[in-house]
């Protein structure tokens, strides 16, 4: 089974930082796009930062010049270091990719979800 397994979350005062870790596992023949969205408390999920396999990355504009995605494809991982937080970034983050693997002995192209992890910024 693919899975994307985050890690990285916890309590930060603000202007602290943190780095969020996510690794995917399973039979993956390849990973295409990754990327970090989040969903605060009554709000809808938002894009955070993507980043292509090549490592093109694009960010919301609210988090521009204080996150940074990055990827380690020998190790199906990536990144998202989080400096100079606010309050508004608290939300439950959640890991994204598009993979190409196998399931059930079939080669499929996926969409997967991690489970998500919660990032809170005290003021």
């Known amino acids: 089974q693919v899975q994307l397994v985050e890690s990285g979350g916890g309590l930060v005062q603000a202007g602290g930082s943190l780095r969020l870790s996510c690794a995917a596992s399973g039979s993956i023949f390849s990973i295409n796009a990754m990327g970090w969205y989040r969903q605060a408390p009554g709000k809808q999920r938002e894009l955070v930062a993507t980043i292509t396999s090549g490592g093109r990355s694009n960010y919301v504009d609210s988090v521009k010049g204080r996150f940074t995605i990055s990827r380690d494809n020998a190790k199906n991982t990536v990144y998202l270091q989080m400096n100079s937080l606010k309050p508004e970034d608290t939300a439950v983050y959640y890991c994204?990719?598009?993979?190409?693997?196998?399931?059930?002995?079939?080669?499929?192209?996926?969409?997967?979800w991690g489970q998500g992890t919660l990032v809170t910024v005290s003021s």
């Open positions: 994204n990719a598009d993979i190409r693997g196998s399931v059930a002995g079939r080669d499929r192209y996926l969409e997967v």
